[in-house]
């Protein structure tokens, strides 16, 4: 049987996990008899958590909420994750990054050596952008793991499956060989955890997701760390999702004024820059792959446009407008 202390803390773990417990099936868990149960119960009573005795042919408990907060009991993934939510709300936008960084310093303060380490090494760069794609669910553990890599600047070796691996399950007989890259940042896009790495047998910059990554242990020689291109990690990775070089921007780039408030634009647009010009105006910074998808993409909204620059896009509007109208003069051709 365990130690009393180390049973109070088994049992106070189990209550957590679920509403109801019956009080034999919590002294089967515990292998102890429902008697030790209820001497249990009342210790923890007794050190302020606030346990709640159910009537019936069985009898039950349940942890209740107190008037005032006992001290807390994790387990090590748990408090893993506590951390990792409280570090990804310190760059929410949300405006309680000052109140999660103190939580998380309080957290760190009573998690055993072994922990804070781990959480010592894991940070993580949140470029956010909206999406309404479910992402998929990355083990803690691989995570921890590439933060690690990059805290230590040391050479990764993974195995990385492709998005037609995945879906084809695990039948496919040729495995290619590991990868190898520096480990430079641990981000999260769109709602997706990505790697930021160089690849040493492609010698370029590559983003790998991480739900993908499947790490080997273990991890080569250090590094020394190379320089980004652009030095923002925010603008390179938006870069790259937008098909650019790296600087962070659309291959083109352009400016317009549309007869709409701020407020009606700005929900749809997601990487532009909008801002308010009157009461019934607004000047929009948007760009694409080319001048006349953008002219399209600012044709989009049900306003006059009033094009600011460059001259590319001017030119792009004239060119749809003479395609507009000679669709629309068009004889219609039936088969």
């Known amino acids: 049987m365990q130690k ?10 189990l209550l957590q996990t679920r509403r109801d417990w019956p009080g034999a099936l919590l002294a089967e868990r515990l292998d102890i008899s429902p008697r030790t149960v209820r001497r249990d119960v009342d210790r923890l009573r007794e050190l302020g958590y606030p346990i709640v005795t159910s009537k019936g042919p069985e009898g039950g408990y ?25 570090q990804l709300a310190t760059t929410s936008g949300a405006g309680i990054e000052e109140a999660a960084a103190r939580a998380l310093t309080t957290v760190r303060q009573v998690m055993p050596a072994r922990l804070r380490h781990r959480i010592d090494t894991f940070h993580v760069t949140a470029v956010e952008r909206p999406t309404t794609r479910p992402a998929r669910p990355v083990d803690s553990t691989v995570l921890m793991a590439l933060s690690a890599a990059v805290h230590a600047r040391e050479t990764l070796r993974f195995d990385y499956s492709s998005a037609a691996a995945q879906g084809a399950g695990d039948n496919s007989t040729d495995v290619p060989p590991p990868r190898r890259a520096e480990p430079h940042h641990l981000i999260i896009w769109g709602g997706r955890w990505y790697l ?14 991480a739900d993908r990554i499947t790490p080997r242990t273990p991890t080569g020689p250090r590094f020394f760390p190379r320089e980004l291109p652009g030095g923002d990690v925010a603008a390179f990775v938006a870069g790259r999702f937008q098909g650019s070089d790296g600087s962070g921007g659309w291959p083109c780039r352009g400016e317009a004024v549309l007869g709409l408030p701020a407020s009606d634009v700005a929900p749809y647009v997601h990487d532009g820059v909008v801002e308010e010009f009157g009461p019934h105006r607004c000047r929009l910074i948007l760009g694409s792959w080319s001048w006349p998808a953008l002219a399209a993409a600012l044709g989009r909204f049900d306003a006059d446009i009033q094009v600011v620059g460059p001259a590319e896009l001017k030119d792009a509007f004239a060119c749809l407008a003479r395609r507009y109208a000679d669709a629309a003069t068009a004889p219609s051709s039936h088969r």
């Open 4 to 13: 009393t202390s180390a049973r109070l803390l088994s049992l106070l773990s």
């Open 196 to 209: 930021v790495a160089w690849d040493l047998d492609r010698e370029d910059w590559r983003t790998f997701r």
């Open 62 to 86: 349940r942890l209740g909420a107190g008037a005032q907060l006992p001290p807390l009991l994790f387990d090590d993934e748990q408090a893993v994750a506590l951390a990792i939510a409280l």
